[in-house]
């Protein structure tokens, strides 16, 4: 049977030496700092000396908050926050430049903030089953963004900040309410009906369009009784 990671018992301090045993050294030389299922409620204070990590894992714990010293670990590419109690989220992350994967999925998040936009780099950010309505206009911004996962929240349309993002290729916003599809059956105009600006029209289209307008307004008026 696998070993079951221990978590850290309540009460007890989480120490310098601790968040050392828990760095992994991956295959490419990267360091990752694993502090997933240890019972946190609070991101340990002692982990700040190892601010050089390009991976941090925070996953499957109960935190609510997260500090400021965040924004000083500005070599992370990988941040892995998912299943917590986040219901915000410090707008210092946004000074987190590396970062190329962003897991916030799982969480009480109502809003995120506009600076997350100023994360250049990022390429996938995972912000499923939380309460979102909208994202900030400035996620417009994302540039290298490929993924944005957005599945059981509360988004009613696409958010108009990712026709922006050049670069993107998936979108997830499955079980989310949004309005059910127009029945063509209840229109209440006829089906050649159509909205269109005059001015986006060549001189033939504007006639054929007025010819057609005069026509339909013709057969749709009341006859008078013969």
Do not use: W
């Not at 916030?104 to 600076?115: F, G």
């Not at 127009?182 to 060549?202: I, M, Q, S, T």
């Amino acid at each position: 049977m696998p070993k079951k990671k221990a978590s850290v018992p309540r009460g007890k301090v989480f120490t310098s030496k601790m968040a050392q045993n828990c760095v992994e050294v991956l295959t490419d030389g990267r360091q990752r700092l694993n502090l997933s299922f240890k019972d946190l409620d609070a991101v340990p204070v002692a982990i700040q000396t190892l601010f050089r990590v390009e991976e941090l894992i925070l996953s499957r714990n109960r935190i609510i908050t997260l500090p400021e010293f965040i924004r000083d670990f500005n070599s992370m590419q990988i941040l892995d926050l998912h299943s917590n109690y986040l219901e915000e989220l410090p707008p210092t992350m946004g000074l987190l430049k590396s970062l190329l994967v962003l897991n916030l999925c799982n969480n009480r998040l109502t809003q995120v903030p506009k600076e997350l936009g100023q994360l250049v780099n990022l390429q996938k950010l995972y912000l499923g089953l939380n309460q979102l309505q909208m994202l900030p206009t400035a996620f417009g911004n994302l540039k290298e963004l490929v993924y944005i996962g957005l599945s059981d929240n509360k988004f009613k349309s696409v958010p108009k900040c990712l026709d922006n993002l050049q670069k993107l290729e998936k979108v997830n916003l499955d079980r989310n309410p949004f309005p059910p599809p127009l029945d063509e059956n209840e229109l209440k105009f006829p089906r050649n009906f159509y909205l269109v600006n005059a001015c986006d029209l060549c001189k033939d289209c504007l006639n054929h369009c007025r010819i057609d307008k005069k026509k339909l307004l013709e057969a749709t008026q009341p006859r008078d009784p013969e």
